[in-house]
């Protein structure tokens, strides 16, 4: 899939991922956002109102950004010839947010937190960092403090006790965190985690509300696409033939379901085509080529 578009533009209820985060960002109050680019950097060119102003900004890497708006609002990007990471990538930002806090949310997860929840607590703590996380989940990795508020531990790393939540990839820091990351170097944020979670300095809410999946692999791609309702399914530009069958799939617009095909469980995006007496189950359709024959669990 991400041989078309980068992961955090793959469509969901055939909207791209990134925006239904950047209508939750907007919900939750935020009017200014910075996107990380690497793979395939000009699809993002796609993004937001037709026709904006375009506004050049440099990067603290020396790589200029491109500016787009969405729904009124900036939205600079930022490009990284060479990926570098989570942490490197952050701090690949600092000129942009100056000395204002920040609000992170990792480019392939959905989520319908409360993200306002999230905000008043980071503003209330006066801490550098505060983690949104869950109680539920397979990867308990973070340790927290009696009160449930801090941070002691991630990953075991500090032998403070067990993981009891989950990190959801969304997360609030303050400028005084940036001297933590190292520019233009290719690193994880979570080493800075760990050296705050040394002296309870990372604040933590959990965050059980709405709904949260990391759409990181095709098995989480179809699933959220079972367990969500976000939308109608079959989207009313969706061509699809009386004499097809098509169940419990998600159909996106301009995509053409032939007579005599079958589609079960499946994904078939914006403008694929499924061929006459084709027959797909788990599948995810993304290509221009019309899918034949009989597939299951295959991306086509």
């Known amino acids: ?3 078309r578009v980068p992961k955090p533009l793959v469509p969901l209820f055939n909207r791209p991922l990134a925006h239904w985060i950047l209508d939750a960002c907007l919900h939750a109050g935020i009017t200014r956002f910075a996107v990380n680019t690497h793979h395939l950097p000009d699809v993002w060119q796609s993004l937001g109102d037709p026709n904006p102003t375009p506004l050049p ?36 930002i600092q000129p942009w947010i100056a000395d204002e806090p920040l609000l992170i949310h990792n480019g392939d997860i959905f989520s319908s937190l409360p993200l306002e929840k999230l905000i008043a607590a980071h503003q209330s703590s006066g801490l550098p960092v505060t983690l949104a996380l869950r109680s539920q989940g397979d990867q308990k990795r973070i340790t927290l403090d009696p009160s449930g508020t801090r941070v002691i531990d991630l990953r075991g790393t ?16 303050n400028p005084e965190f940036f001297p933590l990351l190292t520019a233009n170097h290719i690193a994880q944020v979570i080493p800075a985690f760990i ?13 059980d509300e709405g709904d949260w ?6 098995d989480s791609y179809l699933a959220a696409h079972q367990s969500l309702s976000l939308a109608d399914p079959i989207h009313p530009d969706a061509r699809i033939h009386p004499d097809s069958l098509v169940e419990n799939s998600t159909v996106g617009p301009g995509a053409i379901i032939h007579p005599g095909s079958t589609v079960r469980n499946s994904v078939v995006w914006p403008g694929a085509s499924v061929a006459p ?5 788990r599948c995810i359709l993304y290509s221009n080529t019309p899918a034949t024959g009989t597939h299951h669990n295959a991306d086509l």
């Open 277 to 281: 007496k084709a027959n797909l189950d």
């Open 1 to 3: 899939m991400t041989h």
């Open 195 to 207: 050296e705050l979670a040394k002296h309870h300095h990372i604040g933590a809410i959990t965050l």
């Open 213 to 218: 999946l990391d759409l990181g692999d095709r």
């Open 57 to 92: 900004f440099t990067a603290l890497n020396g790589h200029p950004s491109t500016h787009r708006l969405w729904r009124g609002n900036p939205v600079d990007f930022f490009h990284e010839p060479t990926l570098l990471e989570t942490g490197g990538g952050l701090k690949n």
């Open 158 to 173: 500090l032998n403070r006790g067990p993981g009891t939540h989950v990190f959801t990839g969304i997360y609030c820091v």
